[in-house]
């Protein structure tokens, strides 16, 4: 599925960094299992190879030296084959270019490309494709037997969630891996302030101030051949029913981490404010371009969280604690108050440790289940949306019980995508 090149992940830099390489040959491809003891090959497959997911395909191999790339799926031929060069230069570069072994028989182009891939025989596969499409290829991979990386969020309404939590269950039953790509929890320093706020090291907690205030990102210009199905997908970050809005694709990671600090106890209710106040531009599709919103804990804790995506704008990504004993600044991993701490550790690539960890853990025979966590932070994105969008108060319950459906099931290229207006608070109504 389309995904732009990004910087941030950049998968060369984190190929360069990795260091990890640990002896031996290829060998022979072998049927998939849910464990794999020892150092046995594992064969991976990735679904959304452009973008974020050649990162991902390439921390993947970084991760053991017997990880072998088999195959490769994309919406469009032109992501598939610059997503996969992308992936065997960064490979060649590290003198592993024999990890990557996708012949054009395991090369797959559409919207079915998670069932060819599947079908393959992989024992991994990474799923880098649009958020809409992730509780669908979740269960698949999962009914097919195959542990699963996943990036963020999970769905882009709560039918889906519920659908994928349901399919990490199963996971459960089947001692299977699901890694979720919301990195900031492989974060060395955040792990270990995360820890000490859960100790008590700032008191009671009494307020999250959560930022993820950026600039505009990325899009691809429409060309007269694409039809309205393509030009969304390709430029999926804008319409909901793909991306689940800036809250729930982006600001996601800061949400996590709110939950997180209160022991993944996530809020009962949330209010918000947000629009289309600069990207009104139809190329920005029906998101918004700002959200406001205040969570509210059982205990009395209040999260203020704040997303913007708005160019020449002050910017900061960041989480903020304020307890009766403290303060802290989570991504300067410092305490301030009757408790004062600093990290001073080795800080790792988060999403190469992503990786390490899934990896060490499927050949150990020790599943990761990170499931549950994806599920309800990304319900906590999309209970922020649900809020802003009607203007409404909207409770957990309210939230998780939701029956809107913004995905549909059977997406197809010739199809026409789901018609959703900018909505309007105070007039869209909540279902």
């Known amino acids: 599925m389309p995904n732009p090149p990004t910087t941030r992940r950049s998968f060369l830099a984190s190929a360069s960094a990795a260091g990890l390489a640990a002896g031996g040959s290829l060998g022979a ?11 046995d090959t594992l064969r ?25 790339l088999v195959a490769a799926g994309d919406a469009f031929v032109d992501r598939l084959e610059g997503g996969l060069a992308a992936v065997t230069e960064a490979m060649a570069e590290q ?10 028989e395991r090369q797959f182009v559409g919207l079915s490309a998670i069932d060819q891939v599947l079908a393959a025989g992989v024992d991994v596969v990474l799923l880098a494709t649009p958020p809409g499409f992730r509780p669908l290829q979740i269960e698949r991979a999962i009914q097919k037997g195959v542990h699963v990386f996943c990036e963020k969020p999970v769905a882009t309404d709560a039918p889906g969630v519920r ?21 900031y929890r492989y974060h060395d320093g955040r792990r270990a302030i995360v820890e000490r706020l859960q100790e008590g090291a700032i008191g009671e907690i009494l307020a999250i101030q959560g930022n993820y205030i950026t600039g505009e990102l990325w899009s691809f210009p429409r060309k007269p051949q694409w039809t ?15 991306s689940g809005d800036l809250i729930a694709e982006q600001h996601i990671h800061t949400l996590d981490v709110m939950a997180w600090i209160k022991r993944d106890v996530y809020p009962i209710a949330a209010v918000s404010l947000g629009g289309r106040q600069v990207r009104t531009d139809p190329l920005f599709g029906t998101v918004y371009d700002h959200f406001a919103t205040v969570y509210e804990w059982e205990d009395g804790t209040r999260g203020y969280s704040y ?35 600093q990290f001073t550790g080795k800080v790792r690539d988060m999403y190469q440790n992503e990786h390490d960890a899934l990896f060490a853990a499927i050949r150990a025979g020790k599943p990761i289940q990170n499931g549950e966590y994806m599920c309800k932070s990304t319900m906590m994105a999309l209970q922020g949306r649900m809020a802003a969008y009607t203007g409404k108060r909207i409770t957990w319950d309210q939230a998780w019980n939701s029956q809107e459906v913004l995905m549909p099931d059977d997406v197809t290229l010739d199809m026409t995508p789901p018609q959703h207006g900018v909505a309007m608070p105070g007039i869209t109504k909540f279902s």
């Open 29 to 39: 491809l072998r049927a998939a299992g849910p464990v794999h003891q020892g150092s």
């Open 44 to 68: 991976i497959g990735i679904v959304g190879i452009g973008g974020r997911g050649s990162g991902a395909a390439v921390q993947a191999l970084m991760a053991h030296r017997k990880n072998v």
């Open 95 to 104: 003198k592993r270019q024999d990890q990557v072994d996708v012949p054009k």
């Open 163 to 183: 659908r994928v939590l349901a399919a990490c269950e199963l996971a459960k039953q089947k001692g299977l891996s699901v890694v979720s790509g919301l990195c």
């Open 228 to 242: 309205e199905m393509e030009w969304q997908l390709r430029n999926w970050l804008y319409y909901p029913w793909l």
């Open 307 to 341: 997303c913007r995506q708005q160019n020449n704008c002050w910017r900061d990504v960041n989480e903020y604690v304020l307890g009766t004993e403290g303060r802290a600044n989570v991504f300067q991993h410092a305490i301030r108050g009757a408790n004062e701490w």
